[in-house]
Each structure stands twice: as C-alpha cells, then as structure tokens.
C-alpha cells in the first residue's frame, strides 16, 4: 500500500469519510427508461466501480427537470419524486462496498436535445439565444438551420434554480452524501457564466459578478434545501479554449465567490456545444495524459485550504493518479475510462499486477455512444454496459466442455479464446505467423498509438497465460481442422490490405500505409494520402507532423472523411490535420499514378493532376472470403462461427464483441 501512500489516504469533509482520494469522474451510460428512472442496468453499470475500489461514485448527468434540462436519452430524471425510489436502491448498492455515492446535477441549456424539446413544443433555453455550434456543424451539413435556442426569462431562471435545489434534496432524502453540480463543460450554469455566450443586459449578464448571479443564487438555493452537513462538489471549466471564453484567471475570481457555499471544486476544461474543445475533456489517444492537471493545481494554489479540489483529465493509471496526489497541490483525482476498461484495476494495481490491467485504448467509443443516445459500451471490454448479463463482470462456466479450434490470432481470436477458457472449453488456436496479434500490429505502430500497442500486449500476454493451446507459423488447412475434431470452430482469419487495379499502382514510390507507418518504406517529403477514413487521416497526420507537406485525398464527401471514428477522436483528428497543414481533397477519385503524383478525377468530372513524390494507399481492407469459404463447411452451420475482420471489416470494438459474443454461450 505504501507505493499508493497518497492515493489511499482517507480523507473527512463534514463527517464523510473518504477511504481513498479516487472519485469515478462522471459518465454517460444512457442506461435509464425513458421516464428517467433508474434500471437495474443503471445499478449494475456503477456498481463495480465500487467494488473495484473507487472511493466515490458519481453518476453521470443528471437531469433537473424534465421540461427543458435533459440533452441525452436514458438520462436520470432529478425532477420528480418517483425517481427516489431508484436512487435509494442505488445508494444501497454502491454504499455497501464503502464507497460514497454522489451524482451529476445537470441542465443543457443550449446544449440540450432540441429533438426532444420540439415534441413537447420547446426549444432549447440559456442565458442568451447562442446556438450550440455542434448543433451548428451538423445542420450545416445536412444543408439545414440550427435549432433555436430562446434567452430564459427571469420566471424560468427562478424556476430553474429551485429545480437544482429540489433535485438536491431528492438526492439527499435517497442516502445520498454529496452531489456534483455540473457548471463545466459548456453547461447551462458555465452559460450563463461566460461571456462567449452570455450577452444579457439585466442583472445576469455584463460583468463577472452579474454573470456569476445564477450560479450564486442557485448554490444558495440548494444550501438552503439540503442544509450545511451536505457536500457540494462543484465541476467548473478551467479554461472553455474559446476566443472570448472563460480563461483560467477568471475562473478564479468565481470561485474566490463560490468557495464558502462548496466544498469540494471539480476542476476540468473545454466545452461540450463547441465540438472542436472536446478533445481537451475527453482527451483521445493524440492527446498526452494528463494535460489538464495544471488547472486544478493552479486554482488549488489560488483557494488554498478553503477548498477541496479535484483534478481530472486523461488519468489513466493509479500511477498517474498517485503521482498528482504526492505533490500536494489537489485533494482528489476523477478518472472514468480506466474503470470502464476495468473496473478491477485498482486492485490489480495495489496487487503488483499491471500485466493483467486490461488498458483504455482512448477510443471514446463509451462516450461516443452517447451522442447517439446508445447505451454504453467498451472497445476491448465486452462486458462494459451488459453487467446485468454477465454478473461479477465474467461469462459462466459452460454445462458441457467443448473443444474450440480458433483459426487466426488476431483481436477477434484472442478474444474468444480467453472468452472460452474463462468458459471451461479446451482450446487450440492457430495462426499462420509467428506471433499472435493479427492487423492489430500494424494498425499500433504509430508513436501516438501507444494506448492501442498497451492493449495489443495485455491481449498477446492474456492469451499466452489463459492456458489455451497456441500453434504458430501454421496455414491451417482443412486436413487440420478434420485431424484436430472440434465441437465448435472459430474463424478468425483476418483481411488483407486493398490494392487497385490503378495504372501505375506497381511504381516504386507507391506504399500501403501500413508499411509506411511501420517505417519499413522511404517516404518523401511531398506526400499523396489516398483514402480519407480513419485509417488515412491518422497516416497523414503522423507524416504531417514530421514537416511533411501532405494531402489526403477521399473518394466521397466530406461526411466520408474520418470514417470509423468516434465523434471525438473525428473532432480531434480534424483539428490537428488542420493545424499541421494537411491539404484534404474530397469527391476526387485516383485514377492513375504517374512518376510525378497522380492524376485524379472528380464528381463534376474535372481532371487535375497533383504532384508527390509518395503515394501511400489507405484504402482499407479486404476480407479473407476464400480462406474463409475453404473451412466454413467442416462442420455444421450452427458450430462454425466467423468473426472479425474475415466476416465484416471492423475495428477493435467490433473484433473484441465479435470474439467474446462467438464463445460466451457455446
């Protein structure tokens, strides 16, 4: 324990004890009925989090009416009385593991669902009639205006505040200890706020006192209904990295007038309506860990003891974790992806057994899901979102053991043979290289794909331990799967490499990305990227950042470009393909490639030629179908499972799902 001295240090704010300074930041599950009451699933999605180790467990935005408040569906409803009888369950259940419960008051403002609003003849409120420019993004285009957001009259902006309090004291009357007030992230409260959205003229807008006047009042209101002996965590954007938005100095001063009316103060930046920030709050595998931490230290500095803080950001080991809490400066760390990835990696960690740490690939698929109003899920943890279909986070052991022959040692494979070890089932798999790991290799050479290689080790590692049988440098044949007479046959064989039949495809200076980002070709220094998904984007990027003048060339559209990608890896992988100059050409097509670039033609059937002196193809994969069609008939239909990339170009989410859905009930 002594290695974690600080993260494991108890801590008591007004007769709470905290057993460590570990707080699940708050996340999106979309889990609850279209009331807003709490499901088992919501139950089961927290609990582990407990059970893991957190010392508080905070459930994810929250809303405090259902009127105007709510921006995601399966969101917790706050603004009724009917919702207390989940929220009591949950408490029971988190509480029990010696975890404190807390939960993420929230209200959208402009930022709330303007679908939902115009089915009960509503529109999107805040401090002002700014747009959410997300919303202004993707009306722009779908060639259509955005939703209208109405200024809040005096009437609702005192009805609002009373929501905040009454939803508070609902909390409270549930067990609950604390709360979270959600005023970062470009939510109502930060609305009113900010000055890049805030141009009232009363008595709520002009200067920082008149902007902080919601805030205060509402603090005020919900001190009022829950009584001293209740905390309040407050979560603020340190810096909103918009011209005209909250910057750090100014948030200072706010707190300096919210301090005595909080006690903890929940420190992270950016803000959800501007998509282009999100990178920085919910940081993807290009941005480096814990850039944010500085925030909270700085605003620690300013408060002193007078406030409790807690920094979060892209904190992904309990090393992290540790180390941020040993210089002094915070009082808690919040950290979200680690738990989903694995809720036991606490324990793990105190166990000197960060081999079997299962790692968050920074994906953002869990909250990329959200935006798209679906329950969460996990990249590389099957399990992640269907706890109440496999409790205690594993599958069962099998009625009958199998033998399983798994043809492919990719993502997929590996997959399903730790899935079908954890069953019981005797287990061969084969794979015709000499080591397992399949297009994941490849696809984690880039240096900024450090997070994927980590998974790539943990999944080689896992399956070498979990005791199934591993034959390598073999091309399996049907001879071996009739000399090997398996229950249930698992083909896993991957996808190669698409290459055109383009004039000039052979030309010397012509390279598939992969090999290029494994640095096993020359690469010029005026680049030709042709294929825009994720794949392309991210080559180019990495080109890009080495001073390379690069192009990225896309047959389709523009809502083509970064396909495969999670919404805030899309935002972020535009963003630094913008600031490193890289040059994207959309509805143009490769035709051919000459000695000086290629010769193209786009959707208005112009020609035009471009210059490079490298050609790197990223133009995705091709399943493995006659590999797939030579051993698919050895056995019945129903004991012949073909997953991954050799049934469906995917990704790591849908090769990890793909292997463990295969096995979890054979």
Known sequence: ???????????????????????????????????????????DFYKPFAKGGAGIVTIGDSAVNWSYAMDHEGQINLGDDNVKMGLDHIADEIHKYGAVLSIELNHGGRFSNSVNLGHKGLKPVSATSKPAEIDEYFSKLQGKAPAEVEEMSIKLINQT???????????????????????????????????????????????????????????????????????????ISADELVEGGMKVDEVIEFVKMIKDKIDILHVSAGMLPNPFTIQN??????????????????????????????????????????????????????????????????????????????????????????????????SVNPINGRESDYPKGRVEKADEKKKVVIVGGGAAGMQAALTAMQRGHEVKLFDKEDHLGGTLVVASELDFKQDLKNYLNWLINQTIKCGAEIVLNTEVTKETILAENPDELIIAVGATPFIPNTPGIDKKHVHWSGDVDARKVEVGN????????LTGAESAYALAKEGKDVTLLEMQGPEALLNGASLVVRFSLQSLLEKHNVKIVTNTKLEEITEEGIRTINTKLQWKNYEADTVVLALGMRTRKDKVNELKDLLPQMQVHIIGDCNKIGNVYAASHAGFDAVAEI
């Not at 001295?5 to 300074?21: S, W």
């Not at 960690?349 to 953002?364: A, F, L, M, T, Y």
């Not at 005026?526 to 998904?533: C, P, R, S």
Request: some cysteine.
């Open 281 to 378: 709050m919910i940081q993807p595998l290009y941005i480096p860990y814990m850039p944010n931490i500085h925030f909270a230290e700085e605003i620690k500095e300013a408060v002193g003891d007078d406030l409790y803080v807690t920094a979060v950001g892209a904190v992904m080991t309990l090393e992290n974790a540790e180390e941020i809490l040993s210089r002094g400066k915070v009082d808690f760390v919040a950290m979200a992806r680690p738990f989903v990835a694995d809720p036991e990696f606490m324990r793990k960690s105190v166990q000197g057994r960060n081999e079997d740490i299962r790692p968050c690939i920074r994906c953002n698929t869990c909250c990329g899901r959200s935006a798209f109003f679906k329950k969460t899920r996990c």
């Open 1 to 43: 324990m002594k290695k974690f001295e600080h993260v494991f240090e108890p801590i008591i704010i007004k007769g709470v004890e905290f057993k460590n300074r570990i707080e699940t930041a708050p996340m999106v599950p979309c889990m609850a009925t279209p009331e807003g009451w709490v499901t088992k699933e919501v139950i």
């Open 161 to 235: 505040i009373e929501d905040y309090a009454s939803a508070s004291l609902r909390c409270k009357e549930s067990g609950f200890k604390m709360v979270m007030i959600h005023g970062a992230h470009g939510m109502l409260p930060s609305q009113f706020l900010s000055a890049y959205v805030n141009k009232r003229t009363d008595r709520y807008g002009g200067s920082l006192q008149n902007r902080a006047r919601f805030c205060i009042e509402m603090l005020d209101a919900i001190r009022r209904k829950v009584g001293e002996n209740f905390i309040l965590e407050y979560r």
């Open 526 to 533: 005026k680049v030709i990227v042709v294929g825009g998904g």
